[in-house]
């Protein structure tokens, strides 16, 4: 259980939550990520309250990558397209590019 946790996070820059299994990792991420929400108190984003924004768009403001990868069956093309299925050949290879 994590109680009065108060967390600021520098913007551009790399992140890492570590430590020894139970410590509040997955928790943290899980409440940054909006899939879990704190029993009082509230998360802020740029002074914004993610309870109050679209997830979708606060998702494409964030890179998020899990301990254990989620890879589809099918191909690169089809894994990358799960995130976005109106990206472009260009878009897919650029993101290729820059990986």
Do not use: W
Not at 33 to 56: A, E, M, R, T
Request: glycine share 8%; net charge negative; aromatic share 6%.
């Amino acid at each position: 259980m994590l109680e009065d946790l108060s967390l600021s996070i520098t913007p551009r820059k790399t992140t890492a939550f570590v430590g020894p299994s139970g410590g509040g990792k997955s928790t943290i991420t899980k409440l940054i990520l909006g899939y879990l929400h704190p029993n009082k108190g509230s998360i802020l984003v740029d002074h914004q309250d993610i309870s109050k924004v679209s997830l979708q768009s606060f998702y494409k403001s964030i890179g998020y990558l899990p301990q254990e990868p989620n890879i589809f069956d099918g191909t690169i093309r089809d894994n990358l397209l799960a995130s976005s299925q109106d990206a472009t050949d260009q878009s897919l290879n650029e993101a290729l590019r820059l990986a």
